[in-house]
Structures are given as structure tokens and as C-alpha cells.
């Protein structure tokens, strides 16, 4: 048939950061979901100074991974919209490249914080 459905899954920002408190490796950010299935490549999102954040390594052919970051902010209705797409550099492996896509958009947020 066809037909797309667009399911909104409530959470709790207490209950995550609670769970995951100590696993956290970024500073003053606390994580939003984790997704560790086969299935679908796990993102994980922190909510940082009131916006929401997520990094992943984009695989460059056998060179490495380039880091991307994302920015949402959400609206007064509580939907998520980007405001920013960050690429950074090429790393040899995927934990630098995630790791450094946060730091990007944190980096960013605080610069339009000033």
C-alpha cells in the first residue's frame, strides 16, 4: 500500500539522564536516545543550553570518517526542527569523528549564546 506514518514517541529527559549520568563523555550535555539495535544505525541526541544535538561519522571510502553535526530546536507546538548542519574534518576512526561533530555543535551554540 504504501502509507507513511509519522509516530511521535514521548520521553522524558529525567529518566534518560538518570540512566545514562555516568556514561556521558560530553560535558553538560545530557543524552535524549540511544538506539542500540542492528536493525538501524544508532544516533545519539543530548539536549545542550535548550537545543538538541546529535553527531555521526559519514564514511569517505577507505580514508576515514567525516564529522556532521546537527542542531534542532524545537518549536511551542514541541517538534523538532534543524537550524544547523555542521561538517568538520576527516578522521581515521568513527569515535573521533562522533565525538568531534558534538563538540561542533556545542561549539556553535555557544557562539550564538555569545
Given amino acids: 500500500m504504501g502509507f507513511f506514518c509519522i509516530y511521535k514517541i514521548p520521553f522524558t529527559v ?3 539522564y538518570r540512566k545514562f549520568k555516568s556514561q556521558n563523555w560530553h560535558r553538560g550535555c545530557v543524552p535524549l536516545f540511544m538506539n ?54 576527516l578522521f581515521e576512526n568513527k569515535e573521533q569523528a562522533e565525538q568531534h561533530g558534538v563538540e561542533l555543535c556545542k561549539d556553535w551554540i555557544d557562539k550564538r549564546r555569545g
Fill in 14 to 16: 529525567s529518566s534518560y
Fill in 36 to 89: 542500540h539495535t542492528n536493525e538501524i544505525p544508532s544516533l545519539t541526541f543530548y539536549e545542550y543550553r535548550g537545543f538538541v544535538i546529535g553527531a555521526w561519522a559519514r564514511p569517505e571510502s577507505v580514508k576515514g570518517a567525516t564529522s556532521v553535526g546537527l542542531v534542532y530546536m524545537r518549536d511551542k507546538f514541541g517538534s523538532m526542527i534543524q537550524v544547523q548542519k555542521i561538517e568538520g574534518m
